[in-house]
Antibody, heavy 124, light 106 residues
Framework: QLKLQESGPGLVRPSETLSLTCNVS??????????WGWIRQPPGKGLEWIGS???????YHNPSVQSRMTVSVDTSKNQISLKVTSVTAEDTAVFRC????????????????WGRGIPVTVAS | SYELTQPLSVSVSPGQTASITCSGD??????VSWYQQKAGQSPVLVIY???VRPSGSPERFSGSNSGNTATLTISGTQTMDEADYYC?????????FGTGTRVTVL
């Protein structure tokens, strides 16, 4: 049973860099054609996709946050990571790791497996 | 940027049918997925590629997509279906989520 587990600090100070890790267990991230990504959800608000990465390093990024948020992969650890620079209070959210599936035609994209998420608060 | 709009809330009586809409420009030309999020939990995929139910998704969930509107239908709604629902589509190289709909079963 594939599982995604996020880890990282629960509290970050404004202007600092947030680093999160998602450990994939129960299977190798290199075994499939799937991408792996991050989605965040501010308290009481909706979902925002941040970006996704293939084990080879190929990425998709949300242009609205791309300048500050970077997704990376470490196949040796079976992990993906997220780095958010210059955080502000608006970055306070639950960050979730997801498996990003793509249809054979390349036109269908969906997220079929979600981690429990890690709440991150930005405050001084 | 591409936007998907959903009604803020939908109310339904147990056993009745709930319909949740998701509107976007030429949405019928894109594949839509739907997610259910219960309070305090992570979202769960209930429909992908407009109409496909993943393993474990109850048969009472169905989807359609045409024109500018995609619809998630819950037939024979149960109290356990009370949750927030989000649509999602892929625009060029970006995943876009809808604004979310709270379904209340009463």
């Amino acid at each position: 049973q594939l599982k995604l587990q996020e880890s990282g600090p629960g509290l970050v100070r404004p202007s600092e860099t947030l680093s999160l890790t998602c450990n994939v267990s129960g299977g190798s991230i290199t075994d499939t054609y799937d991408y792996w990504g991050w989605i965040r959800q501010p308290p009481g608000k909706g979902l925002e996709w941040i970006g996704s990465i293939y084990y080879s390093g190929s990425t998709y990024h949300n242009p609205s946050v791309q300048s500050r948020m970077t997704v990376s992969v470490d196949t040796s650890k079976n992990q993906i990571s997220l780095k958010v620079t210059s955080v502000t209070a608006e970055d306070t959210a639950v960050f979730r790791c997801v498996r990003h599936k793509i249809s054979a035609s390349g036109t269908g994209h969906w997220f079929d497996l979600w981690g429990r998420g890690i709440p991150v608060t930005v405050a001084s | 940027s591409y936007e998907l709009t959903q009604p803020l809330s939908v109310s339904v009586s147990p056993g009745q049918t709930a319909s949740i809409t998701c509107s976007g420009d030429r949405l019928g030309h894109k594949y839509v997925s739907w997610y259910q999020q219960k309070a305090g939990q992570s979202p769960v995929l209930v429909i992908y590629q407009d109409t496909v139910r993943p393993s474990g998704s109850p048969e009472r969930f169905s989807g359609s997509n045409s024109g500018n509107t995609a619809t998630l239908t819950i037939s024979g709604t149960q109290t356990m279906d009370e949750a927030d629902y989000y649509c999602q589509a892929w625009d060029r190289t970006t995943a876009v989520f809808g604004t979310g709909t709270r379904v209340t079963v009463l």
